[in-house]
């Protein structure tokens, strides 16, 4: 484990930080010297976060559909903390099913959550984050490899992950081409064996069974794990990074670099 501190002096914002990869973050952070507020609708294991978290953090209930809600969550941070310089829009849901099958309402809050969600949190990162002297934000947007390919049985949730990837860039050379250090980056990870995927152990005998299934996927042979996530947000979160903007980070196990060739050895 590298020296703690990669992000010392830092406040940074996580929502979804109540479970998996926002959790993780929250940990990661947390142990590289950032001030963490932990932002989630679920306030039992959001608070269950900070009590896992190295050092001082705090809870704030969050519905990132909400733009009075962020706006409120935002200034309190400010208040509370004197500066924001990192926001990890971490929050998401998923479903899946035949395309066709897809209702209007399932598909208009996938959208309001994974992507509207995370435009709100840009949207007031960037306005809170432009007040500082000098201003040095990151914007670390979780979106997918779903968000870069389609997947057969995923629509909605994918049409949401590709609308994140190009939010990221376009906030990106929106703050780079007014001069302003607020970098924004997408991370795009394969399958993570978190809590989000609970729903799609009933398919399996259990959950060692869907694991390997979904290992056959990814050609480094192993799902990823929240930590392997959180490791990529802190790396973007600081200062190791301060040239990256508007970047496609893929954390897939080669999942999408392309066709395998398993068939030559057919
Ligand atoms: N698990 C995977 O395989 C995987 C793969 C690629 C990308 N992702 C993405 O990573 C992110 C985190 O996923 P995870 O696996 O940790 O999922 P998770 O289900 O473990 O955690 C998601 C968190 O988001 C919170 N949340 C949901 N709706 C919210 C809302 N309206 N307002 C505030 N918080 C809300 C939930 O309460 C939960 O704490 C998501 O954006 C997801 O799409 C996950």
């Not at 926002?22 to 900070?50: F, M, P, Y």
């Not at 190295?54 to 809870?59: R, T, V």
């Not at 799609?200 to 799902?223: H, L, Q, T």
């Amino acid at each position: 484990m590298p020296e703690a501190g990669r992000v010392r002096n830092k406040v940074a914002l996580v929502t979804g930080g109540a479970s998996g990869i926002g959790r993780a973050t929250c940990i990661r952070l947390a142990q590289e010297g950032a001030t963490v507020v932990v932002a989630d609708l679920n306030q039992e294991q959001g608070k269950k976060t900070v009590s896992m978290m190295a050092a001082g953090g705090s809870f704030i209930e969050l519905d990132v559909t909400s733009e009075t809600r962020w706006q409120e969550l935002i200034a309190q941070v400010i208040t509370e903390f004197g500066q924001l310089n990192v926001l990890v829009n971490c929050a998401g849901i998923g479903i899946s099913g035949v395309f066709e099958e897809t209702r209007l309402q399932d598909w208009q809050r996938i959208m309001d959550v994974n992507l509207t969600g995370l435009f709100l949190g840009c949207k007031h990162a960037v306005l809170a984050m432009q007040q500082a002297e000098p201003i040095n934000g990151s914007i670390i947007n979780i979106s997918s490899i779903a968000g870069v390919v389609g997947g057969g049985d995923i629509a909605a949730y994918s049409a949401s992950k590709g609308g994140v990837t190009t939010l990221t860039k376009s906030v990106a050379l929106s703050c780079a081409e007014r001069g302003m250090n607020i970098r924004c980056n997408s991370i795009h990870p394969t399958y993570v064996d978190s809590e989000m995927l609970d729903p799609i152990v009933e398919f399996y005998p259990d959950r060692d069974a869907m694991r390997a299934a979904m290992s056959e996927n990814i050609p480094m042979g192993r799902m990823a794990t929240p930590e392997d996530i959180a490791n990529s947000v802190l790396f973007l979160a600081s200062e190791e990074s301060s040239i990256m903007t508007g970047a496609t980070m893929m954390v897939d196990g080669g999942t999408t670099a392309g066709v395998t060739s398993k068939h030559s050895s057919d």
